[in-house]
């Protein structure tokens, strides 16, 4: 697992990944959050988060910010509405406001680096949180879920399903925002996959949308993740590629906002929830796809419970702050092209409707009433 993870991450410094700034339908939002009496005595940490059109960063942020402010920090929460430059601009005001730390989940990886340099002159330290920052020497540590294993459950679990489907399976591939560094960690894991199925023939891809090679990902990148772009790319792909009763069986979706979208265009389409249901993967389990879950319209979603990774953020930042030793699990594996960025590693987990109460229920993430179970 480990030499294989090594292996795609070499692989990313030889990508020229897409630097620009990431189409998103959602308004400009941003959030301060003045310094709390009580929170003064730690001092400022800023928290830079992209966007807060997707359900999952919203939840970050606040957890993350409550845990802060409960050891005594004080905290700035910003939100980029996916915008590269709003981000910069947002992670230099922070800069300017002297914190102990900044913890950065970025829109663009490779776009950070001039300003980690004016943190870095301040001797303030950097946590990339959840999205590696590439290209700079100023990234102190990093926090994420193992980005890889995400794609190898999706693959993995339309592999198991493919066990009781008559061959060729028609399946339709789609990858993350090209500029967001996880994407081609995430297509990887489930192209190593299911690209050999491609190559024997047992799985067909009408729309000839399939990367020959993992690098090839960005090719059916959607931009900036958005609901919208995947449902009219999946729109295009069953206009033009299934006529004449032709169905798709399979399509592999790398997060929860693809999914939605394209369980739109597949609403949209007739396809009814049910056996002829395509398989549908996604990762979040955001409330909209758990429901999607509930409803028959999605297969599976990969649970990265976000406030596992607020906890490790807000450990690290103390023991950064407090000048102890900080908890890393892996020093090998996150090399950003200027050197392996120590990482707390966590692991996702599927959830199908089977285990959504022992899964999300039990552990807390969701009650009952917002499942409307
Ligand atoms: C995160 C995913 C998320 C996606 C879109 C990725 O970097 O790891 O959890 O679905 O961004 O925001």
Known sequence: MKRRITSVV?????????????????????????????????????????????????????????????????????????????QITQIQNMVNQNPK??????????????????????????IAYDRLINGSENVDYYATFDNYKVGQLQGEFIKGKLANMSKPINL????????DNNAKF?????????????????????????????????????QGWGSDTAQSEMQNRLNSFYTGGKKVNVVLSPNDSLALGIAQALEGAGYKPGDTYPVLTGQDADKANVLNIIAGKQSMTVWKDTRALGDEVAKMVDQIVKGTKVDVNDEKTYDNGKKIVPTYLLAPI?????????????SGFYKAADLGM
């Open 172 to 179: 339709e591939p789609f990858a993350g925002s090209p500029d």
């Open 10 to 86: 070499v692989g990313m410094g030889a990508i020229a990944l897409i630097a620009s700034t990431a189409a998103c339908s959602s308004t400009r939002e941003t959030t301060t959050t003045p310094a709390a009496s009580s929170g003064a005595a730690g001092g400022l940490i800023g928290i830079a988060m992209p966007t807060k059109s997707l359900e999952r960063w919203n939840k970050d942020g606040s957890h993350l910010e409550e845990l802060l402010k409960k050891a005594g920090y004080e905290t700035t929460l910003q939100y980029a509405d996916n915008k590269v430059d709003q």
């Open 186 to 222: 995430f297509f990887s894991g489930a192209w190593d996959v299911l690209n050999p199925l491609v190559k024997s023939g047992d799985i067909v891809v009408p729309s000839g949308k399939a990367p020959a090679t993992n690098d090839e990902w960005t090719k059916i990148g959607i």
């Open 101 to 126: 730390v900044l913890v950065i989940a970025s829109i663009d990886g490779k776009a950070l680096a001039p300003v980690l340099a004016t943190a870095k002159a301040k001797n303030i330290k950097v």
């Open 350 to 362: 599927v959830v199908t409707k089977d285990d959504i109460k022992a899964k999300l229920l039990d």
